[in-house]
C-alpha cells in the first residue's frame, strides 16, 4: 500500500490568508466560525475555483448553502482533493435522477414531534441545531441543514423532552443536527442535563463532524462539562486520511480522555474516498486516536448527490480487499440505509460459495477455496 498520507506530522497547516494570525484566534472555535467563508467572492480570492466549481456555488443560491472553516480549507489542495470535494459545491450538484430523495431515511415521516425521529423501537434521534461550522456536499440532511428559520425553539425541545418520557422504549437518544456542538457550552450541556433527567434514557449519543471540520471546537472545559451526563458515545465522521491532522487527533484524544466512547462512521465516496487504502489508513489513524471505526456508509440517495454515490459494489469489494489485511478492529461495517425508511442493512463480500451435503465451501479474499463441515456424522473410532 502507499505510504500514509495523513497529516498528523503537520500541526497548523494554514492558508496564506490567515499565516499571520496569533495561535491563540487561530486556536479559538469562536474565531474560526466568525472567519468561516460562506460566499463564492470570499472563497475565490482564496481558492483557484473551477468553472464547475463556480456554477455550483452560482446554481446553488438559495439552495443547500456552503459554509467553510479557515481550519478545513486549509488543508484544500487542487480540485480533486478529498477535503475540497467534500465541502465547495459543485455543478453535478444540480443534477436530478427520478431516483433521488429529499429525506430518503424518512426521518420527517417518523417524527411524532417536530424535532425528533423515532425509526427503530429503543432509539431516537433528537435535533437540536440546523448549523455546522462546514456543509458537507454529500449530506442526508440538506433538506433543513443550514437553515437558520429552521433551529429549533425552546418549545419544541420541551415537547420532545416530554415524548421520551412518555415513550420509555426508547433508551438511546442520538443528539444531532446539524452539528450539536455549534451550541454553546451552557446550551448543550442543558440539553444533555434534561435528557439525563430522564431516567429509560440510557445512552446519550452525540453526533458530530467537529472533530473533523473543527478539532478546535473540543476543549478541555467542554469536555469537563459534558462527561458529567456520561455515558455519552460520541459519532464522529472522518472520511478521509487528509482530515487526520495533529489538532484533530489531538481532539479525539481530549475526548477519550474524558471518558467518552468514539466510534467513526464514514461515507464512500466516488473519488474522495473509494478505494481501499484511504480505508486501511483511515481505519489505522483512527485507532490509534482511540476511536473505533464503526460505519462505512452507502452515500444515501439524496437530491443533487449522485456524483458522489459509488456503486454499492465498491464497498464489498474494499471490504474483500481488506478482510486478513487490516485488523478487525480497524474495518468498519459496510451499511446501506435503505431509502423510504427501511433501516440499515449490512453487506458483507460472499465467502460462502455453497454447501455440498455436510460440507461448506468458503472463499479467502485471494479466492482459494476452503471446506468447513458444520455437523459431522460421528464415525467409530
Ligand atoms: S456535519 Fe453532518 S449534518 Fe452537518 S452538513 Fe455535514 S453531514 Fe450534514
Known sequence: MPAPSTHSNCANLRHPKWRDVPDSQWNDWRWQLRNRVTDLAGLAQL???TPAERDGIDGRAGGFPFAITP??????QGPDCPVRRQAIPHRDELVRTPWDWDDPLAEEEHSPVPILSHRYPDRALLYVTHNCPVYCRHCTRQRKVGDARSAPSRDQLAAAYDYLRRTPQVRDVLVSGGDPLSLSDTRLEQILAELRSIDSVEVIRLCTRNPVTLPQRITPQLCERLRRYHPILVSTHFNHPREG?????RALELLADAGFSCGNQMVLLQGIND??????????WLLRHRCRPYYMFQCDPVAGTAHLRTKV???TNILDRLRGQLSGLALPKFV????GGGGKVSLTPQRLLRREGDKLV????RGREYNYVDRPKPVEL
Request: net charge negative; glycine share 8%.
Open 47 to 49: 481558492v483557484e475555483l
Open 71 to 76: 481550519y478545513y480549507l486549509s488543508l484544500m
Open 245 to 249: 491532522t495533529a489538532e484533530a487527533g
Open 275 to 284: 478505494n481501499a487504502e484511504a480505508v486501511a489508513e483511515l481505519g489505522r
Open 313 to 315: 459494489e465498491t464497498g
Open 336 to 339: 446501506v440505509d435503505l431509502p
Open 362 to 365: 468458503f472463499r479467502d479474499q
